[in-house]
């Protein structure tokens, strides 16, 4: 099978590899899609702890697929079954993982980074991730290209159940990339009386603007806490989503919301400067600062069920695919910034 091996920063090969041999409890998956996501841009720029020096490994644990074998033990799965999955697979010994928390999981393995993911022809899924619970189905009235991005929209569901997203909220969503226009389908769907995204360029706060935004800020040319107070009446939003890496962004989140605000850091900083947080705001206006990572099995599915149950479109978030043997001028086209979503796209068989 063909395959996209990173070998190391900087390299990424495609190259034709066995395909994989499923025992009895594991799933052969046929890929139909798979995502690119700024994990994988990362990698491929600076490698993983996770990922040994000499050792290849297949990126990609954003995908799609549909069963080509299944092994003897599977139950719940069959061949001709399309799934999709959670990437990150708890120990399920742990307390993180007893608490249903697997993306927290201190021994975690995932797709993509400790276990071959989604850039190449065929995935082996493992017995220990069907048995605790990483592999969905997708149902039929979700395109392949739609349920390859619903991993990073579960990470933003996960965030927006950390503060509570309500009817009752003004929300500000600093960066209109794909992670911010996931946040503000699901702010929407939430019910936020205003939803409010920022960003320096004006093609992606267009989109936003087509997932649902109330209110668009272009901070290239206009002042973000200015437009704020303007659009809260001088109070300050209820909830503050940072989905850019930017440490002066989540310095400023406190001054942007209000009292009894919350705030989601939803975007690390890798090795950046660590910001001042503004204590005072926090304590005086009774400010509550979270962080979220990730998202747990649960979050996982309740987004195929948001998706698959309602009239959402996130075609808009799709912006580029491309074949396989591209996946480098995809990893550019990601990088650059200039669309959204690039998606590795793979043709179906004759049958």
């Known amino acids: ?9 900087g390299v990424v090969e495609v190259s034709e590899i066995p395909i994989p ?14 995502s690119i996501c700024g994990t994988d841009l ?11 020096a000499g050792t290849s490994r297949v990126l990609g644990h954003e995908l799609t697929g549909r069963v080509v074998e299944a092994g003897s033990a599977v139950s719940g799965f069959a061949v001709g079954d399309r799934i999709s999955v959670a990437p990150n697979v708890g120990c399920g010994r742990c307390r993180m993982c007893a608490k249903g928390l697997n993306q927290l999981c201190p021994d975690y393995e995932a797709f993509g980074i400790t276990m071959d993911g989604g850039f190449a022809e065929y995935l082996l899924i493992p017995a220990h991730a069907i048995e605790r619970g990483n592999v969905f189905h997708v149902p039929e009235g979700l395109s392949d290209e739609v349920a390859a991005v619903l991993e990073p929209m579960s990470c933003c569901l996960h965030g927006q159940r950390a503060v509570h997203v309500s009817p009752d909220d003004s929300v500000l969503i600093i960066g209109a990339g794909p992670i911010g226009c996931f946040h503000t389908v699901l702010a929407k769907r939430a019910g936020a009386r205003q939803v409010i995204v920022a960003n ?11 997932m649902g935004a109330d209110e668009l800020i ?24 940072t989905c850019v890496s930017k440490p002066e962004v989540i310095a400023g989140s406190t001054a942007l919301a209000g009292r009894l605000g919350r705030i989601n850091v939803f ?5 950046q400067a660590r910001p001042q947080i503004d204590v005072n705001s926090l304590h005086y206006r009774e400010q509550v600062l979270t962080g979220t990572t990730g998202s747990s099995v649960v979050d996982y599915g309740d987004v195929i069920d948001i998706v698959a149950g309602s009239d959402l479109d996130l075609s808009p978030i799709i912006t ?9 001028a995809a990893m550019d086209e990601s990088r650059s910034g200039r669309g959204m979503k690039s998606v590795i796209v793979f043709e179906e068989e004759a049958a």
Not at 218 to 241: M, S, Y
């Open 42 to 52: 990362r990698i491929m720029k600076h490698g993983h702890f996770r990922i040994p």
């Open 218 to 241: 272009n901070v290239g040319t206009h002042d973000l806490q200015a437009e704020v107070e303007r659009l809260t009446g001088g109070e300050g939003v209820d909830v503050v989503i």
């Open 21 to 34: 041999t499923p025992g009895p409890g594991d799933l052969l998956v046929k890929v139909r899609a798979a």
């Open 200 to 210: 320096t360029r004006q093609p992606r706060l267009d989109i936003a603007g087509r």
């Open 1 to 9: 099978m063909r395959a996209a091996l990173f070998r190391g920063p």
């Open 267 to 271: 975007s690390g900083l890798g090795d």
């Open 320 to 328: 580029s695919r491309f074949p396989l043997e591209d996946i480098e």
